[in-house]
């Protein structure tokens, strides 16, 4: 079964760095794209970017280029979406999800439960 | 970056009823990749149509997706109880960013 587990809730400050995590399970982490996705409490969906964990290739939104990193450990099927300075914001759902089709950016079948992360001072 | 446009943004139907949801793109999305997504507070969007009309793994039949270029629509036949929720359109076509449109919610009448 191919799942994809998040880590927990965060509340950080402003200027506080930040690493969230969301490990692949039940299918070859290497060959599929994963996305993130933010969504600000009561807003809709935006597409920060992805990252191809074989190769660590990686596309981000306009939006967000410069202000978040993606990165991979394949060893242990992770993929990490991190910040080191953060906003308020930033304050919103942080989803993981799989594109579903292998090596090529598609449609995102599998995600994650999401992880809020809430900054404030 | 393509911009998607859904109409309505609130939808108010009943049970039983037919719903039509309309995706626009500011220009044409390369080979129909729009994908349609359900999501019920508190969850993870869920995949429901890819490739602009065809049915994701476990999707019932009465969800059906149509449209090509700039122009998508996303009917579900006979609204179930369970299929009150916000959907939203995303293209990911030849580049990035492969974005979402703003969602429709489906409430109940």
């Known amino acids: 079964e191919v799942q994809l587990v998040q880590s927990g809730a965060e509340v950080k400050k402003p200027g506080e760095s930040l690493k969230i995590s969301c490990k692949g399970s039940g299918y070859t982490f290497n060959k599929y794209w994963i996305g993130w996705v933010r969504q600000v409490p009561g807003k809709g969906l935006e597409w920060m970017g992805t990252i191809y964990p074989g190769d660590s290739d990686t596309r981000y939104s306009p939006s967000f280029q410069g202000h978040v990193t993606f990165s991979v450990d394949k060893s242990i099927s992770t993929a990490y979406l991190q910040w080191s300075s953060l906003k308020a914001s930033d304050t919103a759902v942080y989803y993981c999800?799989?594109?579903?089709?292998?090596?090529?950016?598609?449609?995102?079948?599998?995600w994650g439960q999401g992880a809020l992360v809430t900054v404030s001072s | 970056e393509i911009v998607l446009t859904q109409t309505p943004g609130t939808l108010s139907l009943s049970p039983g009823e037919r719903a039509t949801l309309f995706c626009r793109a500011r220009?044409?999305?390369?080979?129909?990749?729009l994908a349609w997504y359900q999501q019920k507070p508190g969850q993870a969007p869920r995949l429901l149509i890819y490739?602009?009309?065809n049915r994701a793994t476990g999707i019932p039949d009465r969800f059906s997706g149509s449209g090509s270029g700039t122009d998508f629509t996303l009917t579900i036949s006979t609204l179930e109880p369970e299929d009150f929720a916000v959907y939203y359109c995303?293209?990911?076509?030849?580049?990035?960013?492969?974005?979402f449109g703003q969602g429709t919610t489906v409430e109940v009448k």
């Open positions: 490739g602009a009309s």
């Open positions: 999800a799989r594109s579903a089709i292998l090596g090529t950016i598609s449609q995102l079948d599998y």
């Open positions: 220009q044409s999305v390369s080979s129909s990749y």
């Open positions: 995303q293209q990911y076509g030849s580049t990035p960013p492969w974005t």
